[in-house]
């Protein structure tokens, strides 16, 4: 079983990694049992898939839990969903030793992670990832956060959890769609600074995306070690090292806040769809060699994925799109760093970007279609 350890201290944790897992969850959390309920958290989509095979894995270990179910979809991520929840774990009677479980995707990994940061002024949570882009992204790390109608990620914290558990197996429910979602994530790792490993994932995405149960723990590992690593570095993003792994994330975030933050663009999809205008300015500006952006592109059309944004849907302007990223959380003295790139595998951080460039850029994208 891969377990990679998440070095930070007296915060640090493990992620174990292990296709049936979730059928063993409770053995993983008897060490964590207080005499309690657990409180397991998560949406209606995982309720149908994957609660009853979790919930009787507990009862085998003899452990009693609790559940709330709550909506599915990005729109959870809410002051709304956030006080309904906040409400009903202290009419449960959490403690502050208690360990609340995310048992879901990004969403309520998210939003668990922040009510157990908020809740008696902190309490323990575990992280349970079932979508492949929680499984290599945002289950590890200690982001937490909700969205507001201002932007993506405004309110939230950095609370890191005790345990992560990493099913691949539970992706056989996984709609096409959110499993492609998910993979940008992925790729996102070999474009930060692993051209290696964006070669593997040109050979095997495919398969990966077909189900393809090797592959996908080796990108699952792979992505997790890689995050492991620059989230040891960097905690709270405060270096710039943490940073790296915002690649597509200033673009991405504009478009998924012109949808409305909706199901009309996911977060992988507007991350993909990011990552190639990162390079895509990148190239433009003369950061980047030509070529580099296409390579990107033609992966994702070989993966059925999108790349640009007319493909969402979006035909909003430069100036529209700018506008949404003055929101950003990474704004700075007025100023927006964004993520660019000198190559495949070489990416940078550069804070000296003119917001009127980028949009200029983004007329031109917008109207080559």
Same mark, same amino acid.
């Given at each position: 079983?891969?377990?990679?350890?998440?070095?930070?201290?007296?915060?640090?944790?493990?992620?174990?990694?292990?296709?049936?897992?979730?059928?063993?969850?409770?053995?993983?959390?008897?060490?964590?049992?207080?005499?309690?309920?657990?409180?397991?958290?998560?949406?209606?989509?995982?309720? $149908?898939?994957?609660?009853?095979?979790?919930?009787?894995?507990?009862?085998?270990?003899?452990?009693?839990?609790?559940?709330?179910?709550?909506?599915?979809?990005?729109? !959870?991520?809410?002051?709304?969903?956030?006080?309904?929840?906040?409400?009903?774990?202290?009419?449960?009677? /959490?403690?502050?030793?208690?360990?609340?479980?995310?048992?879901? @995707?990004? /969403?309520?990994?998210?939003?668990?992670?922040?009510?157990?940061?908020?809740? *008696?002024?902190?309490?323990?949570?575990?992280?349970?990832?079932?979508?492949?882009?929680?499984?290599?992204?945002?289950?590890?790390?200690?982001?937490?956060?909700?969205?507001?109608?201002?932007?993506?990620?405004?309110?939230?914290?950095?609370? &890191?959890?005790?345990?992560?558990?990493?099913?691949?197996?539970?992706?056989?429910?996984?709609?096409?769609?959110?499993?492609? %979602?998910?993979?940008? #994530?992925?790729? *996102?790792?070999?474009?930060?600074?692993?051209?290696?490993?964006?070669?593997?994932?040109?050979?095997?995405?495919?398969?990966?995306?077909?189900?393809?149960?090797?592959? &996908?723990?080796?990108?699952?590992?792979?992505?997790?070690?890689?995050?492991?690593?620059?989230?040891?570095?960097?905690?709270? #993003?405060?270096?710039? /090292?943490? $940073?790296?792994?915002?690649?597509?994330? !200033?673009? @991405?975030?504009?478009?998924?806040? #012109?949808?409305?933050?909706?199901?009309?663009?996911?977060?992988?999809?507007?991350?993909?769809?990011?990552?190639?205008?990162?390079?895509?300015?990148?190239?433009?500006?003369?950061?980047?060699?030509?070529?580099?952006?296409?390579?990107?592109?033609?992966?994702?059309?070989?993966?059925?994925?999108?790349?640009?944004?007319? &493909?969402?849907?979006?035909?909003?302007?430069?100036?529209?799109?700018?506008?949404?990223?003055?929101?950003?959380?990474?704004?700075? $003295?007025?100023?927006?760093?964004?993520?660019?790139?000198?190559?495949?595998?070489?990416?940078?951080?550069?804070?000296?970007?003119?917001?009127?460039?980028?949009? %200029?850029?983004?007329?031109?994208?917008?109207? &080559?279609?």
């Amino acid at each position: 079983m891969p377990v990679i350890d998440v070095a930070l201290g007296e915060r640090s944790y493990r992620v174990e990694i292990e296709a049936g897992l979730l059928e063993q969850a409770g053995q993983r959390l008897a060490r964590f049992d207080r005499g309690r309920p657990f409180a397991v958290i998560t949406d209606a989509n995982v309720a $149908a898939t994957q609660l009853s095979t979790f919930m009787a894995g507990m009862e085998k270990a003899g452990l009693r839990a609790e559940t709330i179910v709550l909506p599915a979809g990005e729109g !959870t991520k809410s002051w709304q969903h956030l006080a309904e929840l906040v409400d009903r774990l202290l009419a449960m009677g /959490v403690e502050r030793k208690d360990h609340l479980i995310a048992l879901g @995707g990004g /969403v309520i990994g998210d939003l668990v992670g922040f009510a157990a940061s908020i809740i *008696k002024r902190g309490c323990n949570f575990i992280q349970i990832p079932t979508t492949l882009l929680s499984q290599v992204d945002s289950s590890v790390g200690g982001k937490t956060a909700i969205n507001t109608p201002a932007g993506k990620n405004l309110v939230g914290s950095f609370h &890191q959890p005790s345990l992560v558990l990493i099913d691949p197996r539970v992706l056989t429910t996984l709609p096409p769609r959110e499993l492609r %979602a998910g993979y940008a #994530e992925v790729i *996102k790792y070999g474009l930060i600074d692993d051209a290696a490993f964006f070669s593997w994932c040109e050979e095997n995405g495919p398969a990966l995306l077909a189900g393809d149960e090797a592959a &996908q723990i080796h990108a699952i590992r792979h992505s997790i070690a890689a995050k492991a690593r620059i989230v040891a570095a960097d905690e709270r #993003e405060t270096s710039g /090292v943490r $940073a790296l792994l915002n690649l597509g994330h !200033t673009f @991405g975030h504009a478009l998924e806040a #012109e949808t409305g933050f909706s199901d009309r663009l996911l977060h992988g999809e507007a991350v993909a769809i990011g990552m190639v205008l990162a390079y895509r300015f990148s190239e433009e500006q003369g950061l980047c060699p030509p070529g580099a952006a296409r390579r990107i592109i033609a992966h994702l059309d070989a993966c059925g994925m999108k790349s640009h944004p007319m &493909q969402a849907g979006i035909t909003a302007g430069g100036a529209r799109l700018v506008e949404h990223m003055l929101h950003d959380k990474k704004m700075e $003295a007025g100023r927006l760093p964004f993520l660019l790139a000198r190559g495949i595998g070489e990416t940078f951080l550069a804070t000296g970007v003119d917001i009127n460039a980028v949009g %200029a850029f983004l007329d031109r994208v917008m109207a &080559q279609g």
